[in-house]
């Protein structure tokens, strides 16, 4: 993501951010939660949001799929607005496939037991995105827009986000 759609990312976010805001008034806090494939972008994009709002960085990315393997939490966020100040937990997901093979693995090096570790760590991630999906207030469902979109997950997540009536925003990146 280049540094204007980053911008325009980080001032539609926070307008959405009031929208909910207003909406959810009588609620404590927020779980707002970026969902996706692997190497979708999303620990990327949860580092703009959390460096821009919280002058903190998230979590680790890279080339190589499934690097974020548990659910990563950054609590209590704080955005100010003329309602006033409204909290929530920006959750990182692990990607979810619906295939996990751990020979895709070794064209980034990653050969053996260690592959293969990898590949039961991110299948226990895929696990725990879908079981806490009921949890989360909103999701940004992160999109990339040079693969088939309905590859992946895709197609269930947004059901499942339409089924559970849980707000959601897609973005293609
Ligand atoms: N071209 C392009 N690359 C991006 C963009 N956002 C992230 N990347 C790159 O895509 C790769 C994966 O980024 P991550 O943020 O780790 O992706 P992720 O969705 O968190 O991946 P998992 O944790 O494996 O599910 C990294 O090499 C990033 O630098 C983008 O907007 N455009
Ligand atoms: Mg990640």
Redesign the pocket.
């Known amino acids: ?1 280049d540094e204007s759609s980053s911008k325009k990312f980080s001032k539609d976010f926070s307008l959405r951010l009031k929208f909910f805001f207003r909406n959810f008034i009588l609620r404590k806090k927020l779980k707002i939660a970026i969902y ?1 494939s ?7 994009l949860a580092n703009l949001i959390s460096k821009d709002l919280a002058n903190r960085t998230f979590g680790k ?3 190589i ?4 393997r548990k659910i990563q939490e950054l609590k209590s966020i704080c955005l100010k607005s003329k309602y006033g100040r409204m909290y929530f937990d920006l959750i ?1 997901t ?2 979810l496939a619906s295939d996990v093979d751990y020979k895709i693995f070794r064209k980034y090096g990653i050969r053996g037991t260690k592959a293969k570790i990898r590949s039961y760590e991110a299948i226990e991630g895929i696990i725990e995105s879908i079981t806490e999906l009921k949890k989360m207030n909103a999701v940004i469902v ?1 999109i990339d827009s040079t693969k088939n979109p309905s590859k992946d997950l895709n197609v269930p997540l947004i059901t499942n986000l339409e089924v559970q009536k849980i707000p959601f925003n897609q973005m293609l ?1």
């Open positions: 993501m996706g692997p190497n979708a972008g999303k620990t990327t990315v890279s080339k799929p499934h690097e974020t990182d692990p990607g992160i990146i």
